[in-house]
Nanobody, 115 residues
């Protein structure tokens, strides 16, 4: 079993920054993906960014140039640095772990960007 613990959400003004963290523990697969999704009120959950344990990262077009995903494999931790935040970035951000047939979600952390 894998457990995910997220931290770092909060309230920030437009143009501000926040950094999310997600620590994975348990039976971590050697090759795995740690990523972030978000869900705005009344909308479907959407993928934001992902980082493979081999080093490859990618992010959604809507956040490219503003959000940076990184990870520390030694700590099984993934980070999402969010800069130049916009009100449309508001939502609950969920960490996600995937390895083989295993898929695990974090509890979510609220990010609110005021205009």
């Amino acid at each position: 079993q894998v457990q995910l613990v997220e931290s770092g959400g909060g309230l920030v003004q437009a143009g501000g920054s926040l950094r999310l963290s997600c620590a994975a523990s348990g039976s971590i697969g050697r090759i795995n993906i740690l990523g972030w999704f978000r869900q705005a009120p009344g909308k479907q959950r959407e993928w934001v960014a992902g980082a493979i344990s081999t080093g490859t990262t990618n992010s959604a077009d809507s956040v490219k140039g503003r959000f940076t995903i990184s990870r520390e494999n030694a700590r099984n931790t993934v980070y999402l640095q969010m800069d130049n935040l916009k009100p449309e970035d508001t939502g609950v951000y969920y960490c996600h772990y995937q390895a083989g047939g295993s898929s695990v979600w974090g509890q979510g952390t609220q990010v609110t960007v005021s205009s």
